[in-house]
């Protein structure tokens, strides 16, 4: 039986680069402005803030149409101050939450770089281990087949 290299484990080691934690180093490459847009961009994105909006507008348009016309501040049917603030919540709001989730894309696709080094030093050490039992089998064999020989020429010899 021919006995081929097998890999140590140092080699596997030495081979591949130890497992970084993109997590931390997205982290730490965020400036503050960049922080600020992935805490707005998930915030907005949470329905704790859907609700505040929901709850703003139904108390909003609900006192402009019901209360009495002395205490209205933006009248049924128009709602023109109602509309305007909207809008630009609107406006400040999706550039920042496009900015945020262009930061969370590149994040993903950090994750998913490391996600795809692991797999391949996973793949490499699964065949390594696969290489050590076939080896470890015709091994194995081997040593049956000379236990059989043995078996045999004792029998001859009785």
């Known amino acids: 039986m021919k006995h081929q ?21 997205h ?25 505040i909006i929901f709850t703003w507008t139904a108390l909003w348009l609900g006192w402009n149409s019901l209360a009495p016309d002395h205490l209205k501040f933006d009248p049924f049917p128009a709602f023109v101050l109602w509309l305007f603030i909207s809008n630009m919540i609107q406006i400040f709001l999706m550039p920042l939450i496009m900015v945020g989730q262009n930061l969370q894309s590149g994040h993903a696709e950090l994750r998913a770089e490391a996600d795809f080094e692991i797999n391949r030093k996973a793949e490499t050490e699964i065949e390594t281990i696969l290489m050590h039992l076939e080896n470890q089998n015709a091994l194995i064999l081997q040593i049956l087949d000379q236990i059989k020989k043995t078996e045999n020429n004792k029998e001859s010899r009785a």
């Open 5 to 25: 290299h097998l890999k140590t484990i140092e080699e596997i080691k030495r081979d591949h680069q130890p497992v970084r934690n993109v997590n931390a180093e």
């Open 27 to 51: 982290k730490q490459n965020l400036s503050r402005l960049d922080k600020l847009a992935l805490v707005i961009t998930e915030k907005v994105g949470s329905m704790g803030f859907f609700m």
